[in-house]
């Protein structure tokens, strides 16, 4: 049985990804501070509390036990507070990632799977972005993870560590089972907005521009369910122990849908109206970005189970009115 050391594994992708571990049959440790996250989240496996700048912390857990791989979701992933507080994202994001890093190197510990973004791309220059899209990001959120990217290919050339880079476009949903779900605070997801408008716990849901060159104005975006995003990391995790390879992959639907049919999507799912106002369009805030997944399809073997935008959205909204409830 592989031991996988989750950090960040009480957020909202890290929760569902040890969950998905260890129902196939993983034995799963999750490390996070709780600052983002909670503790209830993690349902399932070893929990243990501590910081990734804590060296003595992260010393301890290697110690342990013999980890066969580590995944990394411990991230800041807020754009807009990357630009006003950038020193915060390049502490956690990028210092604090190459502290764990170097616990690995020195517990010897060669597998990394590393939760990347589509922001490191910048303004996209095509239609559908591919891995060989040119990496410009515009954000310091976006740079410390490239920064990690860059300094991955250095871990690998100079002591052996393996990684596989996961440059995720927009995660969304909830577990099916509904035990688990979105809880960013503050939120700034559309989808989880938008049904806290149709729960009730929001008046209404902003539209930022309805100006854009798409087919009714407004932004359009690439949503991979949070189920299906776990599971291309199970895949990058079996092709590193198959080749032992570094390697990156887009992680996305190669579907796209706008603002407007998303709210549209949500109203038919909860039968409520959702009330929506156009306001000025956000700075920096591309047209278009959607991804091109073919390599993750064919070098990993990756289908995601639930593309459509409807089985999403009923995904979070089963989770989102369990929530309202209080529940």
């Known amino acids: 049985m592989a031991t996988v050391l989750v950090v960040g594994g009480a957020g909202y992708i890290g929760s569902h990804m040890v969950k998905l571990l260890a129902g196939r049959g993983y034995s799963v440790v999750t490390f996070d501070d709780l600052s983002t996250g909670y503790r209830d989240a993690v349902v399932r496996g070893e929990f243990v509390q501590g910081s990734l700048a804590d060296h003595a912390a992260l010393d301890t857990v290697f110690r342990s036990r013999r980890f066969d791989a580590v995944m990394h979701f411990a991230s ?10 950038p020193a915060k994202y390049y502490a956690n994001n990028f210092s604090n990632t190459l502290t764990l890093l170097d616990a690995m190197v020195a517990a010897g510990v060669g597998r990394f799977i590393f939760s990347s973004t589509a922001a490191i791309f910048g303004e996209p220059e095509t239609e559908l972005i591919a891995e060989s899209h040119p990496q410009r990001p515009l954000n310091p959120y976006g740079r410390s993870k490239w920064m990690v990217e860059q ?3 250095d871990y690998d050339r100079a002591y052996g560590l393996k990684s596989v880079c996961l440059r995720y476009f ?8 509904g035990e688990l779900g979105e809880r960013h605070q503050p939120e700034t997801h559309l989808i989880p907005l938008v049904l806290q408008v149709a729960s009730g716990r929001r008046p209404e849901i902003g539209i930022y521009g309805d100006g854009y060159p798409t087919p009714d104005g407004t932004c359009v975006r690439d949503y991979i369910h949070i189920v299906d995003l776990c599971e291309a990391h199970l895949l990058a995790l079996d092709a590193l122990v198959m080749e032992e390879r570094s390697r990156a992959y887009n992680l996305g639907n190669g579907a796209g849908f706008s603002v407007r049919q998303v709210i549209d999507a949500a109203r038919k799912a909860t039968g409520c109206p959702i009330p929506a106002k156009v306001n000025p369009p956000r700075a920096g805030d591309p047209a278009r970005l959607v991804a091109d997944s073919a390599r993750a399809r064919a070098e990993l073997g990756w289908r995601p189970r639930y593309e459509d935008l409807e089985t999403i959205i009923a995904h979070a909204w089963a989770w989102e009115r369990k929530v309202a409830a209080g529940a």
Do not use: C, K, T, Y
């Open 76 to 85: 800041f992933i807020q754009v807009g507070e990357s630009v006003m507080e």
């Open 170 to 177: 927009n995660a969304a949903g909830a577990d099916p089972e």
């Open 151 to 153: 300094a991955l290919g």
